[in-house]
């Protein structure tokens, strides 16, 4: 974070109001980094070339067509002596489609080659993907539901999956990258429009895959500390109730768990603490703060019976504040 502080300069106070990107356009998202601009004159040249090429080749067809079409029996059995061969004709529709395709490569490579190299200088932030939510670690240890970067600057994020594969996308930087679990893939950027994006799931990953969407917040210069500064602040000053209700969120237990009784794939969070749960396997266990604890961290170790093993481990990723304010924020759903 230091860094960043070093390379931006001073905070603006009166930042204009985050707008969301209108994502009602017909044909591309918002151009919001730096290769999107490039990346898509590329598209529509090659769109274009082959929209060109349809017309022109059918239409030759249905020329051709019409042309020789046989005007009696006799004409047709006796066809007009004709030449096979046009060397020139053939040599041209060789040569300028060759070129054409050369011409594309070099392009697309060149730029391949650029959105593959990260820059050395470039901000890290990691993306952990799971059924279904993301987490973006910062290199603070901050963790945040929402992608928060700030405008002008490399990043460079590293993707990763806690479960099956997902993919990181970010229509407005024209970015995607899968999450594979087991290793690392990574992706880079420079946001050069500050606003709202919209950050998507691009791999099937099961039910709930259409609704693995993340907040994409390009902030103004300055802003970016200033966000992670007043974070820091409000965790800290947070009973432990009101941060487990913030992880609750953003550690993405509330796309499996409902706080209102509704039952999703995991039990819901309503009236869950004291409660007697019979487990898969036989036996019961009650909830209390010790089985919300080994759960968390051991999810198969106790599964209640009648909900899929499907939760994954959070060994590691929440300090024992988190988890405590997890487990009193479940007291609170009576
Ligand atoms: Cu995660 Cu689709």
Known sequence: MMTLLNMQPSPQPDRPALKLAERTEYWMPPQASTVAEELDWLFFLIYWV???????????????????????????????????????????????????????????????????????????????????????????????????????????????????????????????????????????????????????????????????????????????????????????????????ELEYGRQGCKVCHSIDGTRLTGPSFKGLFGKQETLVGGGTVTVDENYIRESINEPQAKVVAGYPPSMPTYKGQLSDKRIMGIVEYIKTLK
């Open 50 to 244: 082959s929209l060109f090429s349809f017309f022109a080749v059918v239409g030759a067809m249905i020329y051709l067509i019409w042309k020789y079409k046989a005007t009696s029996r006799a004409a047709n059995e006796q066809p007009e002596p004709s030449t096979d061969h046009n060397t020139t004709l053939e040599i041209t529709w060789s040569v300028i489609p060759l070129i054409a395709v050369i011409g594309i490569f070099v392009i697309g490579f060149k730029g391949f080659v650029n959105m593959r190299t990260p820059p050395k200088d470039a901000y890290e932030i990691h993306a952990i993907g799971q059924k279904w939510s993301w987490a973006f670690k910062y290199s603070n240890g901050q963790v945040s539901d929402e992608f928060h970067v700030p405008v002008d600057t490399n990043v460079r994020v590293l993707i990763s999956s806690k479960d099956v594969l997902h993919a990181f996308w970010v229509p407005a930087f024209r970015v995607k990258q899968d999450a594979v679990p087991g290793r690392y893939t990574d992706v880079w950027f420079n946001a050069n429009t500050a606003g709202e994006y919209v950050l998507e799931c691009a791999e099937y990953c099961g039910t709930s895959h259409s609704d693995m969407l993340a907040k994409v917040v390009v902030h103004e210069p300055g802003g970016f500390d200033k966000w992670m500064d007043e974070k820091i602040k409000l965790e800290e000053a947070m009973p432990p109730a009101e941060l487990g």
